[in-house]
C-alpha cells in the first residue's frame, strides 16, 4: 500500500520569506512518479511539479525547487520569496508507474502575509 | 488551453436522494478518474475508467456509486442514495494514456456537493 505523509499542518510565513513543504512516502513499488499540486482558495487542483523515481536531480522553476531524496523518501519542495497569491494548500502525491491511483497526502495550508 | 470541466458547481441535496455529477473530460484524453476531498481533508482516489470499464476503484466506491460514459463526451458519477457521509468536493480528472505520473492527470473544477 502507498502512504503518503505531510507532516506539516500549517506553516505561516510573511511575505518574501521562502518556506518549504516537506512530503514523506511509502511505497513498495520500485517505480513511481511524485507530485505536488496547489489548492487555492477556489478550491481547484492545480499541477505545479511532477518528479520521477530514477530522478533524483533536484531542480528549479521559477520560485519553485525541490529536493528529492530516494534514501529517506521524502519529496519536499519550496518556494522562494513567497508571495500572498502563494497562499493555498498544497499536497504531496505518488502514484506508481502505469498506475491509476494518486495518493496524496493530508496537505499543508500555506498562510503567506504581507 | 484545454481543460476539464465539471457541472453543476455547486449540489444540495437531500439524504436518500439520487445525484448524478457530470464531467467533461478533455478532448482526446481516453482515462478518467473521480477523486473527492471532504472538507479539509485529503483528496481520495475512488474510481478510474477507461474503455467504459471500470480499471480500478478504492473501498470507498461502493454499491452507491457507480460511473458511465453515456456519450462521446461526458462521464458521470452516480451516488444512488446519498448520505451526510458523502458531503465532500468531487473531482473529475483525465489523462491521454494511463496515467502511471508519465501522462498527468488533469483535474476538474470539482462539484461540491452537500447533503442535508
Known amino acids: 500500500a502507498q502512504k503518503v505523509t505531510q507532516a506539516q499542518t500549517e506553516i505561516s510565513v510573511v511575505e518574501k520569506e521562502d518556506v518549504t513543504l516537506d512530503c514523506v512516502y511509502e511505497?513498495?513499488?520500485?517505480?513511481?512518479?511524485l507530485f505536488w499540486y496547489k489548492q487555492p482558495p477556489s478550491g481547484e487542483l492545480v499541477f505545479l511539479i511532477r518528479?520521477?523515481?530514477?530522478?533524483?536531480q533536484n531542480e528549479i522553476s521559477g520560485r519553485y525547487s525541490w529536493n528529492f531524496q530516494k534514501s529517506t523518501s521524502s519529496f519536499n519542495f519550496t518556494i522562494t520569496a513567497s508571495q500572498v497569491v502563494d497562499s493555498a494548500v498544497y499536497f504531496c502525491a505518488l502514484i506508481k508507474a502505469a498506475g491509476n491511483k494518486l495518493t496524496f497526502g493530508g496537505g499543508t495550508r500555506v498562510l503567506v502575509k504581507p | 488551453e484545454p481543460e476539464v470541466t465539471q457541472t453543476p458547481s455547486h449540489q444540495v441535496t437531500q439524504m436518500g436522494q439520487e445525484v448524478i455529477l457530470r464531467c467533461v473530460p478533455i478532448?482526446?484524453?481516453?482515462?478518467f478518474y473521480w477523486y473527492r476531498q471532504i472538507l479539509g481533508q485529503k483528496v481520495e482516489f475512488l474510481v478510474s475508467?477507461?474503455?467504459?470499464?471500470?480499471?480500478?476503484k478504492s473501498e470507498i466506491f461502493d454499491d452507491q456509486f457507480s460511473v458511465e460514459r453515456p456519450d462521446g463526451s461526458n462521464f458521470t458519477l452516480k451516488i444512488r442514495s446519498t448520505k451526510l457521509e458523502d458531503s465532500a468536493m468531487y473531482f473529475c480528472?483525465?489523462?491521454?494514456?494511463?496515467?502511471?505520473?508519465?501522462?498527468?492527470?488533469?483535474f476538474g473544477p470539482g462539484t461540491r456537493l452537500t447533503v442535508t
Open positions: 480528472a483525465s489523462s491521454e494514456a494511463p496515467s502511471g505520473g508519465h501522462y498527468e492527470q488533469y
Open positions: 478532448s482526446n484524453h481516453l482515462y
Open positions: 475508467f477507461y474503455n467504459n470499464e471500470i480499471s480500478e
Open positions: 511505497t513498495r513499488d520500485t517505480t513511481y512518479y
Open positions: 518528479r520521477n523515481s530514477f530522478d533524483e
